[in-house]
């Protein structure tokens, strides 16, 4: 008998007609698990090539079929069974499966596989597929190229529950997160369970993850909250991620994606950097997900640190000294330029003439005298070269302003100057905070306010300086809640 050739095309991967929509679905469920294919499919897919290879052995139509698929000792296995569960009749020499290693049942006449089959066929009846991101994901692992700690357990391992001390862990800014993500953005990375970027990193959502985070091993959505600290929605920062994990079967709908920011300040949606079919993205997503959205939880890498290291970007305000050498004549750097505007915030505006900006000038030098001669300091204390105390105070709003009245040192709610963002951010705790709820109060700004304002940082606090700035005209990312140099300038002016 003459075997039925089936034809096998490949839908727009951009297309979101439910036509093409399905046929994706489809041409996923015909693939070996390992390559990205739906597991439900698997049992499937064998009893499929079992059929074939019956109905040419036997030169029949449902005779044949109905023999292969119950066979002398009943039914098939079912399609979620394990690879290696035995499906072929007793005495039948069984021979590899050309695509995915599956044995089948030898047979005189090539067998030719169809790419989808029609939904009635009892022979390909399989699970709904799972409606969520399409990202079946590897296991746990080194980095490719480098040699690991033992076999990989794959994803459906038991999750590892020991937490990775924070000293373990590779420090990284949350810009160096983000910047890390939008590699893969720009060089839309394919997805990929079993394959590795240059960079030695899975190209799966969890070795996304694994990347940006800069982890020495590729590790999965079982794993990943060994590295991170739970926090709670309200708190989530860029660099932050949101994790869903299915233990009943972590390749149903399991997920992670980077938090890259709000959209807007109704805080409903974000930017969120994810790697899923077909390639790496970036994204407005609805909060938390597009599925099981009350089931994603919110994490923080243990290792983020405040501050910037690289790519000339400017030092976030808690960023530790970065030495001598960073200021002074020839200096040339992001650094100068937070230095100035930490002076000026302090009271040093007078100073300049123009800028702060990255190049060193003696308004930095005369600016920085002026502060560190305000703290009492004499002689080489006083030389206008800022060391480790000067930065400190500076970053953190301690000391005494240019002025003369004192900073954060401890702190004083007489003090004018802004005292930096690290003092608004989820818990902290200082007499800023309420410093500042009681101005909003007091400007009209306290609606969102059940109690206080009181030194604590809370979302009720953010709201209303979200509100405050949207008066001021400003969106996006300028009206974010947390309070800046210019909102705290024009608040107290």
């Not at 290879?53 to 109905?66: H, K, Q, R, S, Y």
């Not at 920085?368 to 953190?396: C, I, N």
Request: proline share 11%; aromatic share 8%; glycine share 14%.
């Amino acid at each position: 008998m003459s075997v039925p050739v089936f034809e096998e095309f490949e839908p727009a991967a951009d297309c979101g007609c439910p036509g093409c929509a399905r046929q994706r679905r489809d041409l996923a469920l015909g693939l070996p698990v390992r390559a990205g294919g739906h597991p439900a499919a698997h049992g499937a897919r064998r009893a499929l090539v079992l059929v074939t290879a019956a109905g040419v052995v036997l030169g029949g139509g449902g005779t044949g079929v109905a023999t292969a698929l119950t066979g002398p000792s009943g039914p098939l296995a079912p399609a979620d069974a394990p690879a290696d569960a035995p499906t072929d009749a007793p005495g039948a020499a069984p021979e590899a499966d050309p695509v995915d290693g599956d044995p089948v049942l030898a047979a005189p006449a090539v067998l030719l596989e169809p790419a989808t089959a029609p939904p009635s066929d009892p022979a390909v009846a399989v699970d709904t597929p799972w409606p969520g991101p399409e990202t079946p994901q590897g296991g746990r692992g080194p980095l490719h190229g480098a040699p690991g700690p033992g076999p990989d357990p794959g994803p459906i391992a038991v999750p590892t529950t020991s937490q990775t001390a924070t000293e373990a862990l590779r420090p990284t800014t949350r810009a160096e997160i983000v910047n890390r993500a939008k590699k893969w953005v720009s060089a839309q990375v394919p997805y990929s369970m079993e394959k590795y970027w240059s960079d030695g990193y899975r190209q799966d959502c969890s070795g996304y993850i694994s990347m940006a985070w800069n982890l020495r091993s590729n590790e999965w959505t079982g794993s990943l909250d060994r590295f991170a600290e739970r926090i709670d929605r309200t708190e989530l920062q860029p660099g932050d991620i949101l994790l869903f994990h299915n233990p009943a079967n972590p390749t149903r709908g399991s997920h992670v994606t980077i938090f890259g920011g709000w959209t807007d300040y109704t805080h409903t949606s974000y930017l969120a950097y994810e790697q899923t079919k077909p390639r790496t993205r970036k994204q407005a997503t609805p909060m938390a997900y597009w599925e099981n959205s009350d089931r994603y939880v919110a994490y923080r890498y243990k290792g983020v640190v405040s501050g910037s290291t690289g790519g000339g970007a400017e030092p976030a305000e808690a960023a530790p000294y970065p030495g001598a050498g960073r200021f002074g004549p020839g200096a040339n750097n992001a650094y100068v330029t937070r230095l100035g505007q930490l002076l000026v915030e302090r009271g040093g505006k007078k100073f300049y003439t123009r800028g702060p900006g990255p190049k060193w000038g003696e308004a930095d030098r005369r600016a920085t005298q002026a502060f560190q001669l305000a703290q009492g300091w004499k002689g080489r204390e006083a030389d206008g070269l800022p060391g480790p105390q000067t930065w400190k105070l500076l970053v953190t709003g301690g000391g005494k302003d240019i002025g003369g009245s004192s900073g954060s040192g401890g702190p004083s709610t007489n003090a004018t100057g802004f005292p930096g963002r690290g003092y608004f951010r989820p818990g902290q705790s200082n007499a800023y905070v309420e410093k500042l709820g009681k101005q909003l109060v007091k400007r009209g700004f306290g609606k969102h306010y059940l109690s206080g304002p009181g030194p604590r940082w809370t979302e009720a606090d953010r709201r209303n300086v979200e509100a405050f700035q949207r008066a001021q005209g400003w969106r996006g990312a300028a009206a974010d809640g947390y309070p800046g140099p210019e909102t705290w300038r024009r608040l107290f002016r």
